[in-house]
């Protein structure tokens, strides 16, 4: 018999055992080879109980007025934050801090929801908003996910292209989107290429008063600003944004403000705006300092772009702004360097408005055009620095590269994406994992609801070839969003006291009523599960009053325990408000029905939630 | 014949036993955790000589559900002077180590057991005073219970656990302490 085999057999039935034992014999369908990982996508949105999510979403509520957040990637939604619309689920509109900041409005349309940087990294402080209906802004706090400051911004009228933030928070930035005269005040629409304006807020946000403040305005040309960005790195100075209407047109801007071949990219530089305003170069109207760009010449410049531009976005290493057309189906990539090196040398093709243009040759870097994709709006990027562009017409987004203008991928989403976010995409640092499409319509997606379907966000896996892998219905506007990793975010759990507070009472026995004329303050508490106004009365859980007083009360949550969260209610009196873990809110009102009110905890807090109530009583005027 | 003096390794030992009473001020001497659902976490009780810490606010806001006293320091005059007591006992030990007499060893051993029984037995009694004297018009009846000083105790949606803080391993370790020169300085 030959020597080999015995040898052979033998390492047959060895490799026979082997593939027995350890080989997997399951027929896997393993599709996801493309896409670089093993998980398959009910997997990789999968967040198990016990587990939580990477990011967080923050997507602006549109119309609704509202913040809406979502976990990512389960796209579960966690949390509502009001904003600019009245919520009774919170209180939010009722209690005297924020319908003092609400300022008599019930609504309002977010836009552009932009967190606060640190070297044009997202620090986790704050988020900013701003209200297109009404022309505010919007300061949240991302240690209570509650608004702290809003504010007017006269002279202007839906800040559509804002909230965007400068690379260390220096400012965010508000143009209008709507022009008007200074002031808002009458003037006849023949007259609006001399009277009205398209102006441009500096909005400062002072971390430790947590308040909003316009450090100077620009009164810009009378046209509509739409989208913008603000500088990064070597670009930080500097802002771009695009406007549109530079027809002036005053009726039917369908037709007429889309004639125009051309129009403007606005370049700023905001740190000689600044200097400008330190100068005093600048005129004082409506209480603002206004720099108007005819008079006080710097700092501005006009960039030519193909007709009705929409998006303008940064590259992560900011050496270029990426136009897309809207109405002209490509991108545009300009180079900040060029721009920079055409000011210097004062390259102008002429002025417009009293404004500086430079050439679009000099500035130009390239134009994009991939096949058959109709409507780029916006472009997010991911840590490869290569751009993703929402196709609106087409209903795709198309990843491409901004260095060569070589198209890499597409993908459909359903349907008519507006704005996407990509993981911490708008950053120096995109993280490169997830990408949003943020759809404006969603019809046939999901269980009928009438005719008005839901909008839809759509997750997409971006590592390797882009692919869908979750689809969420969302309540209207998903407009724009930014996402953050989750470990930035640093909430706290309960108020700490604050001994200084003399509306706060921490103390059972120190709950009182003081009557000081016609004014009523009640200093209350509100625990698990009772309210005390007057610890020393027969019933400390009443209230009572003449008709026509005016009423504060002041109550304050004294469980300091995680989630124990208390609501005040006063039957038919349109009042609510919540207490928190800890805080103390003011309610203030004019008890004009007299009568018999019950009052009650409206925030689950117990198990004797239920007996957590009392009585307002209210009586008549003789 | 006099009595032999305490050997110098002995009388360290007890300086040593000492120093660890004085030690087992600055730490907690027991602690009760409650768990329930909503509190995975736990919610604590610690004991110092001198204080309570822990989440008492939040334990008596959960213990007024069944009609108990509030923890408080108020409710536990011997907060109030036990960290003398025990500073009285370290100056004691010191000096038997000093006087290095046997005699005065077994009183200082005395004295450890009677204060320890006696610490046990206070402990015991406000565990009974606050589990057993519920008030009548609590909203959730329950009968009257009594936690143990250590182990595990279910009350309602609570389970509890009580256990010793390094201060009072501190006063074992010391008592085992004053033990060793007993054995090692035996006649034999
Ligand atoms: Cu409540």
């Not at chain 1, 080879?33 to 602006?60: M, Q």
């Not at chain 1, 039917?252 to 000689?272: G, T, Y």
């Amino acid at each position: 018999m030959k020597k080999w085999i015995p040898i052979a057999s033998g390492l047959l039935a060895g490799f026979v055992a082997a593939t027995i034992s350890f080989a997997d014999f399951s027929t896997s369908t393993n599709n996801q080879a493309a896409s670089g990982s093993t998980k398959s996508d009910a997997e990789k949105v999968y967040v198990p109980f016990g587990e939580k999510d990477d990011y967080y979403l923050f997507a602006s509520g549109g119309h609704s007025g509202q913040m809406f957040i979502y976990g990512v990637p389960s796209m579960r939604h966690i949390r509502t934050v009001p904003v600019f619309s009245q919520d009774s689920a919170t209180g939010y509109g009722f209690d005297e801090h924020s319908k003092k900041m609400m300022g008599g409005y019930t609504w309002g349309d977010l836009h552009h929801p932009a967190f606060s940087e640190t070297k044009g990294d997202y620090d986790g402080k704050y988020m900013f908003a701003t209200d297109v209906g009404n022309s505010r802004a919007a300061a949240m706090d991302l240690e209570t996910f509650t608004v702290k400051d809003i504010i007017n911004v006269p002279n202007t009228s839906g800040p559509h292209c804002a909230a965007f933030v400068t690379e260390n928070t220096e400012y965010m930035f508000l143009p209008t989107r709507f022009a008007v005269p200074i002031g808002s005040d009458y003037k006849p629409l023949d007259e609006y290429s001399q009277q009205y304006r398209g102006v441009m807020s500096a909005v400062t946000f002072d971390q430790n008063q947590e308040k909003l403040n316009i450090a100077y305005q620009v009164a810009l040309p009378p046209w509509s600003y739409d989208l913008s960005d603000a500088g990064k790195k070597s670009s930080a100075d500097w802002a771009v944004m695009t406007t549109y209407n530079t027809e002036e047109a005053t009726t039917n801007l369908e037709i007429n403000a889309s004639q125009a071949d051309r129009d403007f990219i606005v370049l700023f530089n905001w740190k000689e705006l600044e200097k400008m305003v330190a100068e005093g170069q600048y005129d004082e109207v409506t209480g603002q300092k206004m720099i108007f760009p005819e008079k006080h010449k710097g700092g501005i410049y006009l960039v030519p772009v193909a007709k009705s531009p929409h998006g303008v976005d940064v590259t992560p290493d900011g050496k270029h702004f990426i136009a897309s057309g809207k109405l002209a189906p490509s991108m545009t990539v300009f180079s900040f360097d060029k721009a920079f090196e055409a000011v210097k040398n004062q390259d102008f093709s002429g002025e417009r408005n009293g404004i500086p243009i430079l050439k679009y040759e000099s500035v130009m870097e390239r134009e994009v055009n991939p096949e058959n994709a109709l409507g780029p709006l916006h472009t997010q990027f991911d840590d490869k620095g290569m751009a993703y562009t929402t196709m609106f017409i087409s209903s795709e987004i198309v990843k491409w590269d901004p260095k060569t203008g070589e198209t890499l991928d597409r993908i459909p989403v359903q349907y008519s994406p507006g704005h996407s976010v990509a993981a911490e995409g708008d950053t120096v640092s995109p993280d490169g994992k997830w990408l949003i499409a943020l759809n404006k319509i969603a019809k046939d997606s999901y269980l009928s609801v009438g005719p008005s379907h839901p909008e839809s966000m759509q997750l997409i896996d971006i590592n390797g070839k882009m692919k869908v892998i979750q689809s969420s219905p969302v309540n209207p506007e998903p407009h724009y969003a930014q996402i953050i990793k989750a470990d930035k975010i640093k909430t706290i759990e309960v108020y700490p006291k604050d001994e200084n507070n003399k509306l706060a009472t921490y103390k059972q026995e120190d709950a009182k009523i003081v009557r000081n004329g016609n004014e009523v303050h009640v200093y209350g508490i509100a625990m698990r599960s009772k309210f005390i106004f007057d610890a020393k009365a027969k019933r400390p859980d009443v209230i009572e009053v003449n008709q026509g007083d005016k009423v504060f009360i002041h109550l304050t949550n004294t469980d300091f325990d995680e989630d124990i969260t208390h609501g005040f209610a006063i039957n038919s009196y349109n009042l609510n408000m919540e207490v928190q873990p800890g805080q103390t809110n003011t309610l203030e009102f004019t008890a004009d029905k007299a009568g018999t009110f019950p009052l009650y905890c409206t925030n689950f807090c117990s198990a004797l939630h239920q007996e957590m109530t009392g009585y307002f009583l209210v009586k008549p005027k003789n | 014949m006099k009595a032999k003096k305490l050997s110098l390794l002995s009388s360290i030992l007890i300086a040593l036993a000492a120093v660890l009473v004085v030690l087992s001020l600055y730490f907690p001497w027991w602690q009760m955790i409650f768990f329930a659902p909503q509190y995975p976490e736990g919610l604590n009780i610690i004991v110092y000589p001198n204080k309570l810490e822990g989440e008492i606010d939040i334990v008596n806001g959960l213990n007024h559900y069944i009609g108990m006293e509030n923890f408080s320091e108020e409710n536990f005059p011997e907060l109030a002077y036990l960290s003398y007591l025990v500073i009285g006992l370290a100056v004691i030990t010191l000096l038997t180590a000093i006087l290095r007499k046997k005699s005065v060893l077994y009183g200082l051993i005395g004295l450890f057991i009677i204060g320890g029984s006696l610490g046990a037995w206070d402990l015991s009694r406000a565990l009974r005073k606050f589990g057993t004297n519920l008030s009548p018009t609590a909203p959730i009846k329950i009968d009257p219970f009594v936690p143990p000083l250590l182990g595990h105790n279910t009350v309602a949606n609570f389970v509890t656990e009580s256990i010793l803080g390094y201060g009072s391993y501190f006063l074992i370790a010391a008592f085992i302490l004053l033990l060793i020169p007993l054995w090692k300085d035996r006649t034999r």
